[in-house]
């Protein structure tokens, strides 16, 4: 699996599957763009610990939110390491809660961040990638809630479920010019975000899981490293990596 020459922007790059993303793409000998939006010194550190390794990283804040700032983050990595090649729509938050006590500000920041989050980040990639005339990689980080729906995340299975549908139009869009788009729906993953949930919602999500332990982040890499280095004859698809929960 060989990215070297290659850059990829890896949003939320601070967090537990982006940083395990961003390790693995610059093991392979990819130049990483560390975008996070508050989270500073967990960027910089795995920043040095990329170099440290002989590596290429830089840290670039931006709030995926707004488009400008995506169209800021897309500029200074290009201004940086001279191309753009790999985008990993990674950043994503959680705001759970039954429907009937779901206050609209969880709705909104949800979809915000998760959906239009990525529309905005593709969006500002999607010129400088076509001009660049040598194809690309899209991988959109979902969820298997995103298939499947789960109770108390409406919110969050909405977006991720438009996430995929986002995705396979995409990758019917942007076929011809050699741009695979793929999502990968992770299960229940080790990182900060599911450290929040109760050991009742974990002991219950084990229970489901055949391979009877939590997915790690490096789980998940494994599979974005493949679809970033992989030769692009796979594209429009959904891989879950979930170790079977949602079988
Ligand atoms: P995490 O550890 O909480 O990390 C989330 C990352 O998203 C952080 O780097 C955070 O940056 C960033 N982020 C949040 N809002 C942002 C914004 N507005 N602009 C830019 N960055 C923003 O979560 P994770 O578990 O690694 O999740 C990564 C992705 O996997 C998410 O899309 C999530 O929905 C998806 N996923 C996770 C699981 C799981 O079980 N963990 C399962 C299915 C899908 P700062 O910290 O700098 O704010």
Known sequence: MDLNGKTAIITGASGGIGRATALSLAG????????????????EEIKEKILNSGGSAETFK????????????????????????????????????????????EWHAVIDTNLNGVYNCC????????????GGRII???????????????NYAAAKGGVIAFTRSLAKELGSRDITVNAVA?????TEMTDQLSDQVK????EHIALGRFGKPEDV???????????????????????????
Do not use: W
Not at 29 to 42: D, F, H, K, P, T
Not at 82 to 93: E, H, Q, T, V
Not at 186 to 190: D, R
């Open 28 to 43: 392979a000998g990819a130049s990483v763009v560390l975008n996070y939006s508050s989270n500073r010194e967990a960027a």
């Open 62 to 105: 931006a709030d995926v939110v707004d488009y400008s700032q995506c169209e800021i983050l897309v500029k200074s990595a290009i201004d940086h390491f001279k191309r753009i090649d790999i985008l990993i729509n990674n950043a994503g938050i959680t705001r759970d809660n039954l429907l009937a006590r779901m206050k609209a500000e």
């Open 123 to 134: 969006r500002a990639v999607i010129k400088p990638l076509l001009k660049q005339k040598s």
């Open 140 to 154: 959109n980080i979902a969820s298997v809630a995103g298939i499947y729906g789960n109770s108390g995340q409406a």
């Open 186 to 190: 992770p299960g229940f993953i080790e």
């Open 203 to 206: 002991k219950q999500a084990l």
């Open 221 to 247: 890499a494994e599979v974005i490293l493949f679809l970033a280095s992989s030769s692009g004859y796979v594209s429009g698809q959904v891989i879950a990596v979930d170790g079977s929960l949602s079988m």
